[in-house]
T-cell receptor
Framework: ETGVTQTPRHLVMGMTNKKSLKCEQHLGHNAMYWYKQSAKKPLELMFVYNFKEQTENNSVPSRFSPECPNSSHLFLHLHTLQPEDSALYLCASSRWGETSSYNEQFFGPGTRLTVL | GDSVTQMEGPVTLSEEACLTI???????????LFWYVQYPGEGLQLLLKATKADDKGSNKGFEATYRKETTSFHLEKGSVQVSDSAVYFCALKNPPHGSSNTGKLIFGQGTTLQVKP
């Protein structure tokens, strides 16, 4: 596998279910991101991890719980979601450097989540 | 706060037509600007970028010029193909500040391009 992979690609869950999204990067990066993509809205950054440490949480509800056990893997644990949480969830990774003006983010194909 | 505004889609064109997708931004600093493309069923891919005023980013026949005076970064292509059908996202990122380089991209809402044969 190369690049950034995400599983599952599609997920349908009820509001009382607990599920997890998985992201894996094979690029040697040390920063990983979760984004939410809803129809006709800008991509929303949810969480940022740098060297496994969470550096940003953009006021995301606690029903979304990220986990980054190492710099290659990122999870998003879901529980008691709402129908409005239905969206495409994108994972991305990049290098992380204090002096770089830009470290390109590489995106996975996303998980299409439907909450019933 | 910083923001990016794109023209609403979908944009529907015939093959070989000229394309312009407008993008304007609001930023407190001197951001770098980007266009990302998302093909059906795939994640976003960086299409091109420009890091300072008057820079022109180009790739795969697409171009965009960083216009500081109009705070714009319009995407253009002289002759589109069916394979260019995708969603295009304009984005900005401010320069790193101390140790707080979060790599945070601010995206527009995306513009869907449909190219018909």
């Amino acid at each position: 596998e190369t690049g950034v992979t995400q599983t599952p690609r599609h997920l349908v869950m009820g509001m009382t279910n607990k599920k997890s999204l998985k992201c894996e990067q094979h690029l040697g990066h040390n920063a990983m991101y979760w984004y939410k993509q809803s129809a006709k809205k800008p991509l929303e950054l949810m969480f940022v991890y740098n060297f496994k440490e969470q550096t940003e949480n953009n006021s995301v509800p606690s029903r979304f719980s990220p986990e980054c056990p190492n710099s290659s893997h990122l999870f998003l644990h879901l529980h008691t979601l709402q129908p409005e949480d239905s969206a495409l969830y994108l994972c991305a990774s990049s290098r992380w450097g204090e002096t770089s003006s830009y470290n390109e983010q590489f995106f996975g194909p996303g998980t299409r989540l439907t909450v019933l | 706060g910083d923001s990016v505004t794109q023209m609403e889609g979908p944009v529907t064109l015939s093959e070989e037509a000229c394309l312009t997708i407008n993008c304007t931004y609001t930023a407190t600093g001197y951001p770098s600007l980007f266009w990302y493309v998302q093909y059906p069923g795939e994640g976003l891919q960086l299409l091109l970028k420009a890091t300072k005023a008057d820079d022109k980013g180009s790739n795969k026949g697409f171009e965009a010029t960083y216009r500081k005076e109009t705070t714009s970064f319009h995407l253009e292509k002289g002759s589109v193909q069916v394979s260019d059908s995708a969603v295009y996202f304009c984005a900005l990122k401010n320069p790193p500040h101390g140790s707080s380089n979060t790599g945070k991209l601010i995206f527009g809402q995306g513009t869907t391009l449909q190219v018909k044969p």
